[in-house]
């Protein structure tokens, strides 16, 4: 596969886990990340940045937050921010 999605779970207090698991099931592209305390916006993204060993430094990392998530799913398609990682 030539891309690989990182869904971080912010301490999220509905099902969006379960619903995650459920659908990204065995796809080697989807990997699930559940926080074990509260990292917000920023903090999630320099955990993918810096702490995960398969992101490169001229990788394209792309945020969706759980807004554009919920439009997504319901069939709206909405144009997510794109931030660069940098070294």
Not at 24 to 45: C, H, M, P, W
């Amino acid at each position: 596969s030539k891309y690989k999605v990182y869904i971080i779970d912010d301490l999220s207090t509905d099902n969006s886990v379960d619903i995650i698991r459920d659908q990204i099931k065995d796809d080697a592209r989807f990997e699930l990340i559940v926080n074990t305390e509260k990292l917000y916006q920023s903090g999630n993204y320099d955990l993918i940045c810096r702490n995960t060993k398969s992101v490169k430094n001229d990788d394209i990392v792309v945020e969706v937050d759980g807004k554009k998530l919920k439009v997504w799913q319901d069939g709206v398609v909405d144009r997510p921010r794109v931030p660069a990682c940098y070294p």
